[in-house]
């Protein structure tokens, strides 16, 4: 199964960017969708971008606009630019791949979707 290794977190301040990697210790072609999801303390694991494995790419509102969810071309790593970032961005960025498609509709919603996870990096916006 695969490995994922989030990596790129670290102090930010208000408006900064950060871009985070998510390696993957084998082509990601072998799997579906990969999220990039985060957890704020006390708060739930909520879906923050995910690019599918044909290429499409989807952002929660929150985000659209400022997060851009990319990957290279080996497919072993993808990304996630974070730009004009928020004190309530604080949270821990976990990536996560699927075995198999999920439905459009559920790409960021459903956790249980996702088969593997990475450990997280931390990710602190503040002044």
């Known amino acids: 199964q695969v490995q994922l290794v989030e990596s790129g977190g670290g102090l930010v301040q208000p408006g900064g960017s950060l871009r985070l990697s998510c390696v993957a210790s084998?082509?990601?072609?072998?799997?579906?969708?990969i999220g990039w999801f985060r957890q704020a303390p006390g708060k739930e694991r909520e879906g923050v971008a995910c690019?599918?494995?044909?290429?499409?790419?989807y952002y929660a509102d929150s985000v659209q606009g400022r997060f851009t969810v990319s990957r290279d071309n080996a497919k072993t790593t993808i990304y996630l630019q974070m730009n004009s970032l928020k004190p309530e961005e604080t949270a821990v960025y976990y990536c996560?791949?699927?075995?198999?498609?999920?439905?459009?509709?559920?790409?960021?919603?459903?956790?249980?979707?996702?088969?593997?996870w990475g450990q997280g990096t931390q990710v602190t916006v503040s002044s």
């Open positions: 690019i599918t494995y044909d290429g499409s790419t």
């Open positions: 084998e082509s990601t072609d072998h799997y579906y969708d």
């Open positions: 996560a791949a699927s075995a198999a498609p999920i439905p459009r509709r559920r790409l960021l919603s459903s956790l249980l979707n996702y088969n593997y």
